[in-house]
């Protein structure tokens, strides 16, 4: 069955660095486009971030864009959120998820907390 | 950018009622939309992709319909199960947006 694990999340300080993990198994990873979604608390949903299952094309959020890198390690079934310059803005649990034909998200990891803060 | 907006933003029902969700674009989409059930703590889940079709696993009385501009989510009678809050996302031009969100709560 397909699985997501998300991790790296934590605390960090305004303008410092953290990159986010998300571990898949149970389908043919390098076939398909990941997502990452994010959610500050009590809010709604936002996307972040997508790459193309052969990491040959990402796009953002305008809100992310110049900041976080979104990447992949077929050869290792993994997916990644480098972000870099965090503001407190940024504090949200963040969502790794499959995409279907790049555009819906059928499957969702557990999601990794991420708090900017002083 | 395309915006996505939600009707009502909350929504109090029994169980047993029929409900129906209304989600709008700022532009039209095709048949690019998709619904997703999130409940406190969890991470969201795929209800519908495409307007209407339903993904595999879904209870039958999950159905959407709409186009162009303007779509619905129906839950035909609802369940103890279906109290959460409902999303719809649309994807257009390298785009992809959530709307803000129905909360569904219990009458």
Redesign the interface.
């Known amino acids: 069955q397909v699985q997501l694990v998300d991790s790296g999340g934590g605390v960090v300080q305004p303008g410092r660095s953290l990159r986010l993990s998300c571990a898949a198994s149970g389908f043919i990873f390098n076939t398909y486009g990941m997502h990452w979604v994010r959610q500050a608390p009590g809010k709604g949903l936002e996307w972040v971030a997508i790459i193309w299952y052969d990491g040959s094309k990402e796009y953002y959020a305008d809100s992310v864009k110049g900041r976080f890198t979104i990447s992949r390690d077929n050869s290792k079934n993994t997916l990644y959120l480098q972000m870099n310059s965090l503001r407190a803005e940024d504090t949200a649990v963040y969502y790794c998820a499959k995409g279907e034909y790049n555009y819906y998200l059928d499957y969702w990891g557990q999601g990794t907390l991420v708090t900017v803060s002083s | ?1 395309i915006q996505m907006t939600q009707s009502p933003s909350t929504l109090s029902a029994s169980v047993g009622d029929r409900v129906t969700i209304t989600c709008r674009a700022s532009q039209s989409i095709s048949s ?1 939309l ?1 619904w ?1 059930q ?1 409940k406190p703590g969890k ?4 209800l519908i ?1 495409d307007v209407s079709s339903l ?1 595999s696993g879904v209870p039958s009385r999950f159905s959407g319909s709409g186009s162009g501009t303007e779509f619905t989510l129906t839950i035909s009678s609802l369940q103890p199960d279906d109290f959460a809050t409902y ?1 719809c ?1 649309q ?1 257009n031009s ?8 129905t909360k569904v709560e219990i009458k």
């Open positions: 950018d690019w998709a997703y999130q991470a969201p889940k795929l992709y993904e999303y996302q994807y390298y785009s992809w947006t959530f709307g803000p969100g």
